[in-house]
């Protein structure tokens, strides 16, 4: 027998010993003397001609990895922000030596550094904004602040960026009136004689927009301070961030932040937090240029992702597109943002220069739109790993879910949505489609899809603690039951798509996404020091966030 053969019946014998035990109990992981088999090569810019020793040793705790061939260890080695290895203290500890830090996590959890895309408005975007699903759905008029505010103009953006009310004064100011015609892909609500609202839905805030004075280069540097610190007060320590970008508003503002706040930042040794950037797609070469002449990695902090375009508004707008009318409107299909030719047209562009598409779609009918572009542009210029995205994937026909697993589309969803819409989902589009279409998580999984998860932040709050219990327990605020319980996942599922699978939907799962020897040692300290009462309610806080391995908060 060779020496090959040998190495690989052993391979074998290990694995069928390791599929037979419960993988996702940690006890069976951490009894195990994993010294005699858990090694994999460290990176060569990791390397140096001294011996490895470690920084940092990490260890009496229940580290969960996300990574299938190891998913826990009690103790972890760290160099150079970079996991040397994992598995029981006593093999660690040969990696310690003078000069390096012992962290006892007197049994608590660990998890990876939680990665959040940020699907609309941006990382660095703060204000006020209202919900008209609070005060039970009812549209605003331009007359309900008009007596408080007869002088000045205002504008008040809905919480999801796809609506917006103005004031008399703002409409006058901007021009719009009942000879104003709607945009393409907008619309302009109107009284039963044809006078402007003050509501203008999607393309239609256009109209208003640049009448607005932007933010400060000092107020947008500070808001990237605030935004980085409560993230990783969250757990938070890398953003997939889509930029100040929605409908109506200029594609400019995406590149003024990356130019004005992230390289300024970067320069500044500011960064605390990784991001991964998307730029609209409209400006699909000027992304290509900026690659070709800086790489993707401009830093460990600062990675450029790719483009990103929207197919229809939202559900809370009713403008999100579907196959059939809104219950409470029942002309209105929602709007299609993007003509389709425009579409399919930017994404084959887009993705034969190599960069990665990603489209907002929330109704059923954009969803089909998106998948119907991706699989032709797919047939079109062949197979490859592209790993198309649709951002919030939230209402799908049947049959849809099972084209994300066949096409290979990444589904981003945000869980947290789900507890406010699970009341004005039933109220817009009836009980039988809200129950057969809503936030199908484990039929995506089901499907093979990957399934990463966000916050859409600041739409809703950036904690992905929260959006993985809702994940697990789908019951809304005044609910006693799970909605849809059938779509209910394991804590695992949870986490796994908020860890590996939203690294694999960005290409950043050779850097990050598990805690792997090689990957950045971007991890956090949790309240719980039960693993068993983590799986049964998923109920924890964040005591610890360290990146690259160092504290980063508190």
Not at 14 to 31: G, K, R
């Amino acid at each position: 027998m060779n020496l090959y053969t040998l190495i690989s019946t052993s391979v074998v014998v290990v694995l069928a010993i390791f599929f037979s035990l419960p993988l996702l109990n940690p006890t069976y992981w951490l009894s195990l003397n994993l010294k005699s088999w858990w090694w994999i090569p460290i990176p060569s810019s990791s390397l140096s001609s001294s011996p490895l020793i470690a920084d940092l040793v990490v260890r009496n705790g229940v580290i969960y990895t996300s990574d299938e061939s190891l998913p826990f260890a009690d103790s972890m080695a760290i160099r150079n922000g970079r996991i040397l290895r994992l598995g029981n203290f006593s093999f660690v500890q040969e990696l310690a030596g003078d000069g390096t830090e012992e962290l006892d996590l007197g049994g608590k959890v660990v998890v990876l550094g939680l990665l959040i895309p940020i699907c609309k408005r941006g990382f660095l975007d703060f204000g006020w904004w209202m919900n008209n699903d609070l005060w039970g759905g009812e549209l605003p008029l331009a007359s309900w602040i008009d007596d408080i505010t007869p002088y000045n103009p205002v504008w008040l953006n809905r919480m999801d960026g796809h609506m917006g009310l103005a004031n008399s004064v703002a409409l006058k100011l901007s021009g719009i009136s009942n000879l104003t015609k709607d945009p393409e892909g907008g619309t302009i609500v109107r009284t039963v004689d044809g006078e402007p609202t003050g509501l203008l839905i999607d393309s239609a805030m256009k109209l208003l927009l640049p009448y607005i004075p932007e933010d400060t280069v000092n107020e947008r540097r500070e808001a990237l301070v605030r935004a980085t610190n409560h993230a990783l007060m969250r757990g938070v320590t890398t953003v997939v961030d889509f930029g100040r970008y929605y409908p109506g508003v200029s594609a400019e503002l995406s590149w003024e932040d990356f130019s004005d706040v992230y390289q300024w930042a970067d320069a500044s040794e500011k960064m605390m937090i990784r991001v991964c950037l998307f730029f609209p797609m409209e400006t699909w070469l000027r992304l290509l240029d900026l690659i070709e002449k800086m790489g993707r990695a401009i830093s460990q902090w600062i990675y450029l992702g790719g483009v990103k375009a929207f197919a229809d508004g939202s559900l809370g707008s009713n403008s999100a597109l579907f196959h059939e009318p809104y219950v409470d409107e029942p002309h209105n299909y929602g709007l299609q943002v993007t003509e389709s030719e425009i579409l399919y047209n930017m994404t084959m562009a887009s993705e034969k220069s190599g960069l990665q598409v990603a489209i907002h779609a929330i109704g059923d009918r954009a969803n089909d739109l998106i998948l119907d572009i991706y699989e032709s542009v797919v047939s079109t210029n062949g197979m490859r790993d592209r790993r198309f995205r649709i951002e919030h994937a939230q209402h799908l026909a049947p049959g849809a879910a099972a084209r994300f697993g066949r096409q290979g589309i990444v589904a981003s969803v945000q869980p947290l949505h789900l507890l406010g819409d699970a009341d004005s989902a039933t109220k817009k589009l009836g009980m039988d489609r809200a129950q057969k279409e809503s936030y199908l998580f484990r039929s995506l999984l089901a499907s093979n899809a990957l399934l990463a998860f966000g916050s859409d932040w600041p739409v809703v709050d950036i904690n992905p603690l929260g959006g993985i219990k809702t994940a697990m327990k789908r019951i809304p605020p005044g609910w006693d039951d799970a909605w849809i319980p059938s779509e209910c996942l394991t804590l695992n599922d949870a986490l796994k798509a908020h860890t590996i699978s939203a690294a694999r939907a960005c290409f950043l799962d050779n850097d990050l996404g598990s805690l792997s020897p090689g990957k950045l040692a971007d991890f956090v300290i949790l309240s719980t020091d039960s693993w068993d009462d983590f799986v049964a309610e998923g109920s924890a806080s964040v005591e610890a966030t360290y990146v690259s391995g160092e504290r980063a908060y508190p």
